[in-house]
């Protein structure tokens, strides 16, 4: 047994455990660029608490998910304000918006000499200024990841800038925050931290430590997540979330990803389609694929047994094959409202360009099996 694992130097979770971040971030600075949503008044109490606390804040909106010119700004104005910290949020936009203004800001040069696939992919020279995350979604685990993942219009694909130095110094994890979070977010993020914790326990590089993770993750959420949908102020199963969400972020930032990842690069870059809703669209059809691919060309591999136990979890069923999962999973995306990628725009005719942006995706390299042209181009085709 060989592996390799990190994460976030101190995560902090609970219930009420937001009213710690005053003294948390003290401890990094007193001037602070906070990294939130479009809806500046979600953070307003936090922000309030940290003024208290004589740490003086700049708020910084991010409408939408980050793109290269956003991060750009917000270096710019990090640096301007001369701020010693950067405090991300939010959803897992504003995190990873604030991760790589954190990185960028404190390093020489363009975002896209750090930028993989679209950029040069440099590793970053010194460390980002303190970042700290503070969730308000369950869904991407970008709390505990080592990468932020950036909208590139002029290239039509998402990028990620990607270093161990960019994992956050304090991840603080308040269920509480997702409390107000609407069903259709709910449902989105949700099925995103769903993926995020199949994808890395039958992915390439899975190990013993992940493993541990996204069982007890996939458990949570497959009981969690039809009841938040139904009742957003059923604090149990909100909490059950929050930890999912945390243990998919683990988990993946230790032992990759896989198809529905690797779809979802280019099509958030290439349509206004949030990642959340992406992954939820795809996450039956990539399960499926990868399925159908395994039994004809490796039946015997790991990889089954694992598809075999993840069908066994979600369905609650032990005499479950590995297709009940994505079929399961397919029925909980009828029953949760998720979109179609054709709502999205995505069409028949964009299926073959697709296949061959994914399949060049970092991504994709996690992924349990390589998956042909026409196999990536048939998931396209399922999932509109």
């Known amino acids: 047994m060989r592996f390799e694992f990190a994460t976030a130097t101190r995560i902090v979770f609970g219930c009420g455990a937001a009213a710690q971040l005053p003294e948390l971030a003290g401890a990094f600075g007193r001037r602070a660029l906070v990294v939130t949503g479009r809806n500046t008044e979600r953070c307003a109490a936090m922000v309030s608490a940290l003024q208290r606390h004589g740490i003086e804040c700049t708020v910084f909106s991010v409408d939408g998910e980050p793109s290269v010119d956003l991060v750009r700004s917000g270096a710019t104005e990090a640096r301007q304000r001369r701020c010693e910290l950067v405090i991300g949020i939010g959803g897992g936009s504003a995190i990873d918006a604030g991760k790589a203004i954190a990185a960028l800001a404190a390093n020489s ?196 047994p694992r598809y075999r136990t993840v069908a066994e979890i979600l369905t609650r069923d032990a005499r479950a094959r590995p297709s009940d999962g994505a079929d399961w999973v397919l029925a909980l995306c009828r029953k949760l409202g998720i979109r179609s990628l054709s709502a999205f725009g995505v069409a028949a005719q964009d299926a073959e360009m697709l296949a061959d942006k994914a399949s060049n995706a970092s991504s994709m390299k996690s992924n349990p099996i390589t998956l042909t042209r026409q196999e990536l181009i048939g998931v396209v085709m399922n999932s509109l």
């Open 109 to 304: 040069g363009d975002l896209l000499d750090y930028l993989e696939v679209v950029g040069k992919g440099n590793p970053i020279e010194k460390p980002p200024l303190p970042f700290l995350a503070v969730p308000t979604t369950a869904g991407t685990g970008a709390e505990v990841t080592r990468n932020a993942v950036v909208g590139s219009p002029e290239h039509g694909v998402k990028a990620s800038m990607r270093s161990p130095l960019m994992l956050p110094k304090v991840a603080l994890v308040d269920p509480e925050l997702t409390l107000d979070v609407p069903p259709d977010v709910t449902a989105s993020t949700g099925l995103d931290a769903l993926t995020q914790l199949i994808e890395p326990y039958v992915s390439a590089r899975a190990n013993a430590m992940t493993d541990m993770f996204c069982l007890q993750g996939m458990r949570l959420a497959a009981w969690a997540l039809p009841v938040v949908y139904k009742n957003g102020q059923d604090r149990q199963a909100r909490e059950a979330m929050s930890y999912a969400a945390l243990l998919g972020g683990l988990a993946l930032a230790n032992a990759g990803l896989g198809v529905v990842h690797g779809f979802a690069a280019p099509i958030g870059g290439m349509f206004n389609a949030p990642h959340g809703a992406v992954c939820a669209a795809v996450l039956p059809h990539g399960m499926a694929a990868n399925i159908q691919a395994l039994r004809k060309r490796q039946p015997g591999g790991e990889a089954m």
